[in-house]
């Protein structure tokens, strides 16, 4: 694969990297976690910090891994994975996801 240079060509590729429905759930999940794990370390302090990144990535590589048999984006392009994964969970939670995926080539089933 040639080395992707801007967000807008990222994107899509993000969204092929996900392509089956299963593995946005495992994402859903664990950005979903992201904030009440934020939410606790805010009120409590301390080490609750360390749970944000783990909720997230704790879901989402095993699902690339196990399900999508695939990399993770995040090792080669970490802070557009980053963005992705909140921008694709705040799209599917609004019920605006299926276009990009369908843009993406990626059927929304």
Excluded: C, Q
Excluded at 25 to 30: D, F, Q, R, S, V
Excluded at 68 to 87: G, Q
């Amino acid at each position: 694969m040639t080395k992707i240079t801007t967000y807008a060509e990222f994107w899509p590729h993000y969204l092929r990297e996900h392509a089956k429905p299963e593995t946005r759930t495992l994402h859903y999940i664990g950005t979903a976690m992201t904030f009440g794990f934020a939410a606790v370390a805010i009120m409590l302090g301390g080490w609750w910090w360390a749970l944000v990144p783990l909720a997230g990535y704790g879901m989402a590589w095993p699902a690339h891994f196990a399900v999508e048999k695939n990399r993770p984006a995040t090792f080669t392009y970490p802070l557009w994975s980053l963005i992705s994964d909140y921008k694709m969970f705040f799209l599917f939670i609004s019920g605006r996801l299926p276009p990009h995926l369908a843009a993406a080539g990626v059927a929304s089933r």
